[in-house]
């Protein structure tokens, strides 16, 4: 793999720890490990253990993909390994 | 126009636009049979794969367990979609880009190997064999309920249905199909669901109304009161575990991994053109999903709470006609316990197993339960499998919701069952006989033999689907087991790990599949009178066993990996390829 693959792929990991730390928090940690103390709060007439569990957990998910998408193409372009033909200009700008 | 009629010509019409759609859009190719041709838009295929992913476990029985768990329901709902992230993030994009068709396909090609392909085909029938009779039950039930017809001839007429467009359409049929069973489904899970928040607390969205006010002037939330309502009945609260933590754990990441590990899931990911387009997919398919995944706890608890309202302490003579047309089906039993002719709703079992009846009725017209009655209070026994499809005659909806949900119910089990008779037959004909024993065919051939699987796979769903193995969820709960033992540690190392050999593949594989299915077996076949917490593995129940298989997969799969000779160079070359989205091409029959 050559010195710009490389980067591309350090890039993508560093950005799959961050994203799969926030899915685990909002669902093994929120809705799991942290339920008991978190129900104690009240959220809009749910416990709130209860809610993420249930509700929120779900919502995050999506956020999760869609912010992954979103940057992935930003990271494509940058080290010019997108799979798109019209970004051959973007390409040329390395 | 009576519910009976009106579910009639619901379903007869929804099945007349799928069949419409398989006609035309009938596969001519393998690569149409087997990928749509690699050309299907991200929404389409996004809803496609929403279709296939949601089946009769999600839109019969789920909303019916957390009704009856409460909390620990939330282990479908976050197991269910958490696995998305996972594919999104570390298998979807990746699968796309190494271009074929099947996931032993990737699997026999970076391991290098026939022996690791065939143990991917054998993981991928037990897995898809598993989850469809699931879907054959969901039939059956949907069937001999809503259209009065046996069971049996109610999965003859599904079984041809999924026939003409699984056998006919291929892949390229079964995506535009699904895309119109998702539209159905989803329609059909939220309208009910609308009316019923709308019922209780006067908000018409129900995950806003989960949280809401009852509207009775009690001024509880709808979570306050159902807590109060089943802790005076003696249950634990709803809003309450009864598993422990780590039950709860290993179960959720069991089903988290096992999703991403499902082959019929997978697959879809090969219909797009681009790596960037499968990336978009999960997003999509993920929106489609949630919308229902997120509707069916307020569905659960809303049920939970008319069902123990319009029950409890109610005489036998004036209690609704769905108590009875239940109970006459078998899936409602009670047994009059204290002789008040009132039904009393308690926890514990009302009486030993399934109701069994006797041939004559009870003076005031009840079944006669044959069972050995429990010492508990409770006299109701219900399965948990009819609370969705209940729940718009519990709450007196109007007779076209109930033929709504009827239609739904069959969308759901029958493109999810399509979708697994597919990745069947393509393993079977593709994998097995292409790659494997007749090296030789032709593409004319090879579709054929698709084909011949796919008639004979339906044969079996359906003799499956007449003599069921289970309850819905629960079988289908054990295939994601198995995927998440078996498959899912073997393509994220493939794919994330440049050091990962044939040796350490196979003998993850073998592992993790080999002890999950043991540890199951022994509980659910073997002695299931010793499936208790005590008696389990670190406390984690036979459901979320497939985590701790997938644990012993990876850490075999690493240490040998390291042990045994490296990968050569151009699978190495392979993985780097994979990695980078440019230069993808069509999926290619190799």
């Not at chain 2, 019969?60 to 939330?74: Q, T």
Request: glycine share 10%; net charge negative; charged share 15%.
């Amino acid at each position: 793999m050559n010195d710009n693959n490389n980067g591309y792929w350090k890039a993508n990991l560093r950005l799959l720890g961050i994203l799969l730390s926030i899915w685990f928090t909002v669902s093994f940690g929120f809705g799991i490990l942290l339920v008991e103390e978190l129900n104690r709060i009240p959220f809009f007439g749910f416990k709130l253990g209860f809610w993420w569990a249930q509700q929120g957990a779900i919502y995050v998910f999506v956020a999760l993909i869609f912010i992954y998408i979103h940057q992935m193409q930003k990271l494509d372009r940058q080290y010019g390994v997108s799979d798109d033909e019209d970004e051959s200009s973007s390409q040329e700008d390395e | 126009m009576d519910a009976q009629s009106l579910t009639y010509i619901f379903v007869a019409l929804s099945f007349g636009l799928y069949i419409g759609i398989a006609i035309w859009s009938r596969a001519g190719s393998t690569n149409e049979f087997y990928v749509a041709g690699g050309g299907v838009h991200p929404i389409a295929n996004g809803m496609a794969t929403a279709a296939d992913w949601m089946s009769a476990a999600s839109f019969i029985s789920m909303a019916g367990i957390i009704a009856f768990l409460g909390y620990d329901g939330a282990v479908y709902l976050m197991g269910w979609t958490g696995g998305y992230v996972i594919l999104a993030l570390l298998l979807a994009p990746y699968l796309r880009k190494f271009g074929q068709f099947t996931v032993p396909d990737f699997i026999g090609t970076r391991y290098y190997s026939t022996t690791a392909r065939v143990i991917a085909v054998i993981c991928l029938i037990l897995i898809s064999f598993t989850y469809v009779a699931g879907q054959m039950r969901g039939v059956g039930i949907v069937f001999s309920q809503f259209l009065n017809i046996p069971i049996f001839w109610g999965v003859i007429v599904g079984m041809a249905i999924v026939f003409m467009y699984a056998v006919l359409g291929g892949m390229k049929g079964i995506t535009y199909t699904q895309v119109a069973q998702y539209c159905v489904l989803i329609f059909a899970y939220l309208v009910p669901a609308i009316f019923i928040s709308m019922l209780i607390t006067g908000i018409p969205i129900p995950q806003i109304g989960l949280g809401a006010e009852v509207a009775d002037g009690s001024g509880l939330s709808v979570l306050d009161k159902l807590d109060q309502t089943l802790t005076e009945l003696g249950f634990a609260a709803y809003t309450q575990g009864g598993k422990s933590t780590i039950d709860v754990f290993a179960i959720t990441m069991a089903l988290m991994i096992g999703t991403a590990g499902l082959p019929h899931v997978i697959v879809r990911f090969f219909t797009v053109p681009k790596v960037s387009d499968a990336r978009k997919s999960a997003g999509y398919a993920l929106i489609f999903i949630a919308l229902l995944y997120t509707t069916a706890p307020a569905v659960g608890a809303f049920a939970r709470l008319n069902f123990v309202e319009t029950i409890h302490n109610t005489q036998y003579s004036d209690v609704a006609g769905w108590f009875k047309s239940w109970e006459n089906i078998g899936l409602i039993g009670w047994e009059d316990k204290n002789e008040d002719g009132r039904i009393q709703y308690h926890p514990g079992a009302p009486f030993e197993g399934k109701p069994t009846f006797g041939p004559e009725r009870r003076a005031d017209g009840s079944r006669d339960v044959l069972n050995p009655p429990t010492a508990s209070d409770n006299e109701v026994y219900v399965d948990r499998d009819i609370m969705v499809l209940a729940n718009p005659e519990i709450a007196a909806l109007p007779d076209w919701v109930i033929a709504l949900v009827a239609a739904g119910s069959l969308a759901a089990a029958l493109s999810t069952a399509a979708g697994l008779l597919l990745v069947i037959s393509t393993s079977v004909s593709h994998d097995l006989m292409k790659k494997t024993f007749a090296k030789g065919l032709t593409d004319r051939q090879e579709l054929f033999y698709a084909r011949l699987a796919a008639v004979t796979a339906i044969g079996i769903a359906g003799y499956l689907g007449i003599d069921p193995p289970g309850f819905v969820a629960q079988v289908v709960a054990f295939a994601f087991g198995l995927a998440a033992a078996s498959l899912f540690p073997a393509i994220l190392l493939g794919i994330f790990d440049k050091r990962m050999n044939r040796e350490g593949a196979i003998v993850g594989m073998l592992a993790g599949l080999i002890f999950t299915l043991t540890y199951i077996a022994y509980f659910k076949f073997v002695s299931p009178e010793t499936n208790t917490a005590e008696n389990w593995l670190f406390g984690i129940s036979p459901e979320g066993i497939g985590t701790v298989g997938a644990v012993i997969n990876f850490a075999l799969a690493l240490v040998i990996s390291r042990c045994t000779a490296p990968a050569p160079h151009h699978v190495t070359a392979l993985v780097d390829n994979i990695r980078i989205p440019k230069g993808v091409g069509e999926p290619q029959n190799h």
